[in-house]
């Protein structure tokens, strides 16, 4: 079913709130001797609620995890020898310890996330099924992990050509795995009751429902299980923890998008991952060369690759891309290498609230809501990989040639993926073209006056915006759109007043609407309306990471240090670090007066720009360019 009531912004789990997910899949409490991870730790449970905790607590909070994946054995050994780089490096980490470097490389990965889940959470318009937009984020998981799963398996020299077993994504599979394993080594149910000190009924619980043994137990069954050699106790007690917590896992997976999706997400990380293991396999390459490649790879995966080119990551990807039919996941292969973001923000804007009256248009009836579900799961994919079907390739250029309002909507998505390609002259085109069909579109006005201006023609992009505006007067991207052009030729005070004014006219506070009046109140050195325009901001979104940075800064320059520290420290946790990483520099130490800090954000996560840039030159060329 389609959650019609979740017409709100997209939200994902920051970094905390996904670790305690893993912590209690994985039973690492069981290997943190010093408590750390303790639910009597209020500390670490503020953490892993998603609340904001200090640098330090927080570290401690990532070498306890990690203490503990490597103390449990659920992250296998490599048996690869270290590349040479690793080896000229040696001397220097010598005196690292193993769970240092891991826990760098957990919050490295878990700050990357952070960024993008604090940017999607200022920026994403409201979704209309949450389910698939989660599916979407999924899917990039799902990738990142078969790449790093790749890595694992080409370091560890597995030699398999078939995805490896997943009894634990299967129904009645993880039962199903373990009546196997007692079957080959010849043991009974009463001996396993025996040696693990429970009841028959216990174990029947264990062999025939999804009851899952506790740690002392799997430490029996694995013991009796060598003992009948089936392999090393140890291998084999890391095995069944691993899939009894990616059971765990699994099942929260479940429920958030469904049994058959998070079977097909099951499926297609262990698929993908063997599927890529193909390119190191078919290389004439030395051996340590694709060993540090799969080293980096297992490092870097694709989340949070910001400027790194890894050519062979991408290769690998493209095996994949070759082989899936499914244009959803196509689409989210070739997504994965770039900003994540970009892709949420995009598949946000492809699940707006629900187009009813287009749909019963389109169709002569509504639909159910599962069908419904699978029309928006099927318009997640882009346009170029639809068209390389070619039933949906005709049935696309047939919305087009009917006209009316569902040829705007095919030419407006088309366009909307063209300026995501950093196409906008294209884009423009098909806009216009859109609006032959749906001339009174002010959604398409808006994104055509925006095109155009970015492209350098300001005039005609400002008559697009105004005839968006005068559409629908309440509607904030528009009457903002207008603002943003304006601070961009730097002029400033009409934005301003162009933002009051708007203002009124809004049924509702906007927060995309006051955060740029706040900022206008800033470029204008109108610190004190700034700080209360930021302040109401925060009132209608708290957890607004830019507004938040914003606001420290200004309450730095004006003296109110502790307040201001408070503020940026919530940013940052929040993924928006510029001021945060600045005070902790002693930035604000000395005498102001303080310009905004150096940008520790990356350009595609910041919608607020310090420096004005006269549009009619962005591209080198007047007013009459595009």
């Excluded at 009124?504 to 800033?522: D, G, I, K, Y």
């Excluded at 940026?568 to 007066?593: C, E, I």
Aim: glycine share 6%; aromatic share 6%; hydrophobic share 45%.
């Amino acid at each position: 079913m389609v959650d019609q009531d979740m017409e709100t912004t997209f939200i994902l789990p920051n970094s905390g709130e996904v670790l305690s997910h893993v912590i209690e899949a994985f039973d690492l409490r069981r290997w943190d001797p010093e408590d750390v991870l303790s639910t009597r730790n209020g500390t670490a449970v503020r953490f892993l609620k998603g609340e904001r905790v200090g640098e330090d607590p927080e570290h401690k909070i990532w070498v306890a995890t990690a203490n503990a994946l490597l103390a449990s054995g659920v992250v296998p050994e490599v048996v690869a020898e270290p590349p040479p780089i690793a080896q000229a490096l040696d001397v220097a980490l010598r005196k690292v310890p193993q769970a240092e470097m891991f826990a760098a490389f957990l919050s490295g990965m878990a700050h990357h996330w952070d960024a993008m889940a604090g940017a999607l959470l200022r920026l994403s318009a409201p979704v209309y099924s949450q389910r698939l937009a989660r599916l979407s984020c999924l899917h990039l998981v799902v990738i990142d992990l078969a790449v790093r799963l790749a890595a694992v398996l080409w370091l560890t020299r597995w030699e398999g050509v078939r995805p490896p077993a997943i009894p634990w994504a299967l129904e009645r599979g993880m039962q199903a795995w373990l009546r196997d394993l007692l079957a080959k080594s010849c043991i009974s149910r009463d001996k396993v009751a025996e040696v693990a000190d429970v009841h028959e009924h216990t174990v029947d619980a264990w062999l025939d429902e999804d009851v899952r043994p506790n740690d002392e137990n799997l430490q029996d069954l694995a013991n009796l299980l060598a003992e009948r050699g089936l392999g090393e106790a140890e291998d084999l007690l890391s095995g069944l923890r691993r899939g009894y917590g990616m059971r765990a896992l699994y099942l929260k997976v479940v429920k958030e998008v469904g049994r058959q999706r998070a079977l097909g997400l099951a499926k297609r990380l262990v698929g993908y991952a063997v599927w890529m293991l193909g390119l190191p396999r078919q290389s004439e390459n030395p051996v340590a060369e694709n060993d540090l490649k799969m080293h980096v790879a297992l490092l870097i995966g694709t989340l949070g690759r910001g400027q790194v080119e890894l050519g062979f990551v991408d290769s690998m990807l493209n095996t994949v891309w070759r082989e899936e039919r499914d244009p959803v996941w196509r689409t989210s292969i070739k997504a994965a290498t770039r900003s994540w973001f970009e892709r949420l923000r995009e598949v946000a804007a492809k699940l707006p609230p629900s187009a009813e009256d287009e749909l019963r248009i389109a169709l002569g009836e509504l639909p159910p809501p599962e069908v419904r579900e699978q029309i928006a799961y099927t318009a997640l994919a882009s346009k170029e990989e639809l068209s390389r079907d070619p039933l949906f390739g005709a049935a696309m250029d047939a919305q087009i040639s009917h006209g009316g309002m569902i040829a705007a909507l095919e030419l407006k998505l088309r366009a909307g993926e063209a300026s995501n390609g950093g196409d906008l002259l294209r884009a423009i085109d098909l806009h216009r073209e859109a609006l032959r069909h749906d001339p009174c579109n002010q959604e398409i006005h808006f994104r055509l006056g925006a095109e155009l201006w970015q492209v350098g023609d300001v005039d005609a992009g400002l008559v697009e915006l105004e005839i968006a505006v005068q559409l629908d007067p309440s509607w904030d991207r528009a009457q903002v759109e207008v603002a943003i052009v304006l601070l961009n030729l730097d002029r400033v005070a009409e934005a301003l007043r162009r933002l009051q004014a708007a203002k009124a006219l809004m049924p509702a506070p906007s927060p995309w609407l006051q955060l740029h009046l706040a900022f206008a109140h800033e470029r204008l050195a109108m610190v004190d309306d700034a700080i209360a325009a930021y302040e109401e901001l925060l009132t209608l979104q708290a957890e607004n990471a830019e507004a938040l940075d914003r606001l420290a800064h200004l309450l730095f320059t004006k003296g109110e240090k502790r307040r201001g520290a408070e503020l940026a420290k919530r940013a940052a946790h929040l993924g928006f670090t510029d001021v945060f990483v600045a005070w902790n520099a002693g930035y604000y130490s000395g005498k102001g007066p303080w310009s905004r800090p150096p940008r520790t954000v990356p350009d595609h996560l910041i919608q607020l720009g310090d420096n004005p840039c006269l549009v009619t030159l962005k591209l080198g060329r007047g007013t009459d360019a595009g």
